[in-house]
């Protein structure tokens, strides 16, 4: 299984970015995908999962009416908009999918590279 992300980057904030991860190399379906985050010197944090077969959502109350998460048709993309961006949004951005999710926590999940985001 290989997830890639893509769309990091630097912006100033109340600036926005997109976050994708396509996930490839597997043939079974995956309970939920979604981002987490880890800032230097902090432990890594759920920014928001989504759930595939409900396609109901799990944010963080940092980000909620800020961050948009969502699936591509196929199941095999997730995104995250990123609205509003503050300098405490600046993180390592990790792609994650499961196969088993409890409560919109993946259960072992399988891992992206990571993204920067970059917020002054």
């Known amino acids: 299984v290989q997830l890639v992300e893509s769309g990091g980057g630097s912006v100033q904030a109340g600036g926005s970015l997109r976050l994708s991860c396509a996930a490839s190399?597997?043939?079974?379906?995956?309970?939920?995908m979604g981002w987490f985050r880890q800032a230097p010197g902090k432990e890594r944090e759920r920014v928001a999962v989504?759930?595939?077969?409900?396609?109901?959502?799990y944010s963080a109350d940092s980000v909620k009416g800020r961050f948009t998460i969502s699936q591509d048709n196929a199941k095999t993309t997730v995104y995250l908009q990123m609205n509003s961006l503050k300098p405490e949004d600046t993180a390592m951005y990790y792609c994650?999918?499961?196969?088993?999710?409890?409560?919109?926590?993946?259960?072992?999940?399988?891992w992206g590279q990571g993204t920067q985001v970059t917020v002054s």
């Open positions: 190399g597997y043939t079974f379906t995956f309970a939920c």
């Open positions: 994650a999918a499961s196969t088993s999710c409890t409560n919109g926590y993946p259960f072992r999940p399988y």
């Open positions: 989504v759930i595939t077969g409900r396609g109901s959502t």
